[in-house]
Each structure stands twice: as C-alpha cells, then as structure tokens.
C-alpha cells in the first residue's frame, strides 16, 4: 500500500454506528421536523374538529402560499451561508423592490398595455435589488467588511430607500395582469407557488450541478484552500450577494402581485424566517454544507408551525417560540456533529 493510500485510510475511517446515525438526522433533520409537526397537527385535527389537515387541499395550498416568500429569501441565503456568510439586508431588499415594481407598474401602465407594463414593472424591481447587492459585495469581497457589518449596514440603508420611495405607506398597484400573476391558479396551482417550484429547481441545479455550486462549497469549506485552488473568491463573493439580492427581489415582486401593493416593509418579519429555514435545512452557519432541498424542507417547517397553529387556534406569538426551538435543536445537531466530525479527524 502506498504512503498516499495509507494516509487516505487514516484520515477517513470507518463512522461508527452512532455516528452513522447522527449524520442521517443531520442530513434529514428538517425532513424529520416536517413529518412530526404534520403529524402532530394531522391527529390534532382529527381529534378536534374530526377533519384532515394533511389531506385538505385548502390547507395545503395555504401552507404552500405561506412558503413561497420566505422560500424566496432563503434560497440565496443558501448560497451565502454555505460560503461562511451571511446576509440581512434581504428583506428590505424586498421591500424596495416591492415598492419599486408597484410605481414603475403603474407609471408604465399610463402609456403601456397592462401585460406589457407589468413586464417592466417586474424587471424594475429585480434589476433595483440588484443595486444593494452590488454594494454588499463590493464591501464584503473588496473592502474586507465582515459579511455581518456589511450588510446590516446596507439592511438600514434599503429599509429608508424604500421608505421614502414608499412615501411612508403602501403603493397600491392597479394592473389586472399583475393581480393575476399574484392571485390566479393554474389548474388549481396558485402561479406564485409555481413561479417559486420553477425557481427552486434552478437554484438547486445552479449549486448541485455547476462550477459555480462547487465553488461555494469550497470557499465555505475553506477559503485558503480555495484560493489555492485558483478560485477567484472575490468575485465570487460578489456573485453570491447579487444572487441573494436578485431571489430578495424576486420575492418583492411576487409580494407585489399578491397583495396588489409594494411595501416597503414587505419583507422585514421573514429575515429571520428565511435564515432560519437554511439552518433548520442542515446548512451550517460556520459555511461549507447545506442544500436547496434541505432549505425547501425548512421553510415548509416553518410555515407548517405558523399555519398549524393558527388553524388549532394557539396564539400565534407561540409561532416564535416555535419556530425558535427548532431553531435551536437544529444548530445543536449541526454542532454535535461538527465535534464528533473533529474528533473523528
């Protein structure tokens, strides 16, 4: 057996059973989170009200429309947090984007056929989230401001553009396509929910399947390890809180044409939403690991916990509470299995 061979062996033995065990809950934990509440919820309802929550479609629809926001803001936290980041300016850049894609749709509207004005809308909002994420890169990746700073700083920045772009109020929104786009079904689907399907699939191959996914993982994993490699960590940095912005803005203009109004505090109370779906889908706040399905399945717990409750009628400040613990259980498992990882090591 070779030198090379024998250090292989040596670095990477065998897991033992328990171990074993641990890593597939790890791995699963927000699956397992899923089917427990479902069924907590299943038996409760059939109990109390002798119904089906798992097997109504009412609810399920509800639960899936629940989703697709916070979704939206989680699949580009996804990236960043697998790279050893993070970002909290996604949800006022949310809300500038919602705010924005409601003016510009009515603006066009005035000279614009209603498709083609929603069209502009649309792209208004998307390219001006591009904006904040431009500036969170640059400051991350060139300037060395600690992702936390950076975009803290950019989350009160955005928040009082979108204000006073806002006027301090909402922007109604009066365009008969963008209230279909928001509230019209598709043999029963609501479009916001395949809009996000869509966009969940792309994401998914983007970081499974691409260079570009690869190149996450490795500077998460390592970003001295990375450069070495020849990784331009820098720009890809900088690509990571565009990507970010652009799935805040996506969800800004979907927020949009749902409620027929911009915001611009559309999406302040789902940052901590979406952080906590990447966390409770097994990505790990110190970077390196995490997957797009794992964070589908963590923002279903989450909106299976706010929905459930309010359908058994709890108060829903118990949502928080909730949705903490699980919180808290899932950093538990991901630390447990970072220390029995290095003790392996």
């Known amino acids: ?55 109504s479609s009412a609810n399920a629809q509800s639960i899936a429309i629940f989703t697709v926001a916070p979704l939206l803001l989680a699949l580009g936290s996804t990236f960043v947090i697998i790279s050893g980041g993070i970002d909290l300016s996604v949800g006022f850049i949310m809300g500038l984007a919602a705010v924005v894609a409601a003016h510009v749709t009515n603006f066009a509207g005035q000279s614009l056929p ?19 994420g431009l500036v969170n890169g640059l400051l991350i990746a ?71 996914g690869q190149h996450t993982y490795a500077i998460g994993a390592s970003e001295q390890a990375a450069l070495r490699a020849g ?20 969800g800004g203009v979907l927020y949009a044409a749902r409620f027929t109004a911009g915001a611009a505090q559309a999406g302040e109370p789902l940052l901590l939403d979406s952080i906590a779906a990447v966390v ?31 359908f058994i009628n709890v108060e829903p400040f118990w949502q928080f509470v909730a949705v903490g613990v699980v919180i808290i259980i899932s950093v538990l498992v991901d630390q447990t299995q970072r220390k029995l990882g290095g003790d392996r090591q």
Request: proline share 4%; net charge positive.
């Open 280 to 310: 409770i889908g097994g990505a790990s706040l110190f970077g390196g690991s995490g997957t797009i399905l794992g964070t589908v399945a963590g923002a279903l717990v989450i909106a299976v916990i706010q929905y459930g409750l309010v």
């Open 1 to 55: 057996m070779s030198a090379h061979t024998s250090t292989q062996a040596h670095a990477a033995p065998a897991l033992s059973p328990a171990r074993q065990v641990l890593a597939h809950v790890a791995a699963m934990q927000a699956w397992l989170f899923l089917v427990m509440l479902l069924i907590f919820f299943e038996v409760w309802s059939r109990v109390a009200y002798g119904q089906s929550f798992v097997f």
């Open 231 to 250: 990784i331009n960590v820098d720009r890809h940095k900088r690509r990571l809180y565009l990507l970010s912005a652009l799935c805040a803005g996506l």
């Open 114 to 132: 209603p498709f083609a004005a929603m069209l502009v809308g649309i792209l208004a909002g998307l390219v001006i989230a591009l904006g904040p």
């Open 142 to 212: 060139k300037l060395k401001v600690p992702p936390f700073i950076g975009t803290l700083g950019m989350y009160g920045v955005a928040k009082g553009v979108a204000y006073l772009l806002a006027g301090g109020t909402t922007v109604p929104v009066s365009n008969a396509w963008f209230a279909t786009l928001g509230n019209g079904r598709v043999y029963g689907v609501p479009i916001v929910v395949i809009v996000a399907v869509l966009f969940v699939l792309a994401m998914h191959y983007l970081l499974s399947q691409t260079r570009f």
